[in-house]
């Protein structure tokens, strides 16, 4: 039985992160560290799967949510840092500029659902 759990872990490793994996390391590198709901969400499909592929690969790691105990955040590993040729996160390039776009677009996005919200107690008095 280990046998085979290695051989399936070693054509995790050798095999290609293709786009849903680039898009969901691209999402815990400017957007982390972020909740697996978060990351769905942004992406718009489940993404247990790749986060179990990127952390077998040692390129995420999971920690604790200090604001709840009964989740995880994802973080990129002091490993996928070294690899792309960085210290700290804050150093990637555009780090700074995305940060503050994704705080704009989900401020706009928090905005829209407010509306949407009031909108819909309105209808239903």
Known sequence: ASEAVNNVRKEELVRDLGK???????VVL???PVSRADIDYIRGV??????RN???RGLVQKISNPQNS?????EATP???KHLGVTEISSLPDYQVMREE???FESEIQK???TELVVEQQTNI
Not at 46 to 51: G, H, K, Q, T
């Open 112 to 114: 829209l659902e407010q």
């Open 30 to 32: 400017y957007r982390g």
């Open 79 to 81: 490993d996928l840092l």
């Open 102 to 104: 994704l705080e704009k």
């Open 20 to 26: 849903a994996g680039s898009e969901t390391l691209a």
């Open 46 to 51: 489940n993404c247990a799967f790749i986060l």
């Open 54 to 56: 990127l952390q077998v």
């Open 70 to 74: 009964r989740s995880f955040l994802y």
